[in-house]
């Protein structure tokens, strides 16, 4: 089984960075396109960024400019770098990764969510 684990979060003030981190853990065959999404209360979960094996990156609208997302294949790990923060950054941000397993079935594996707050 395959879990996912994240650190970073915490508070920043407006303007500021935070840098999230998650990696996965278990028994990996391939892991595909990692993301990173977030929830604000009472909103729905959006995309902040994703990247496929390949590096290939995709980045919301709203944080294009502000947010990098990375990924490391050798360590199975993804991280999201945030920079110029503004309060409406504020959410809880989770990890996502596309386990495919040996007999090509994909799993989507979801990280707990890690807690991000911006003071203006």
């Known amino acids: 089984q395959v879990q996912l684990a994240e650190s970073g979060g915490g508070s920043a003030q407006a303007g500021g960075s935070l840098r999230l981190s998650c990696a996965a853990s278990g028994y990996i065959h391939t892991i595909g396109d990692m993301a990173w999404f977030r929830q604000a209360p009472g909103k729905e979960r959006e995309l902040v960024a994703s990247?496929?094996?390949?590096?290939?990156?995709t980045i919301a609208d709203g944080v294009r400019g502000r947010f990098t997302i990375s990924r490391s294949n050798f360590d199975q790990t993804v991280k999201l770098q945030m920079n110029n923060l503004r309060p409406e950054d504020a959410a809880t941000y989770y990890c996502n990764m596309k386990h495919i397993d040996l007999m090509s079935y994909v799993h989507d594996l979801w990280g707990r969510g890690t807690q991000v707050t911006v003071s203006s």
């Open positions: 990247v496929d094996r390949e590096g290939v990156s």
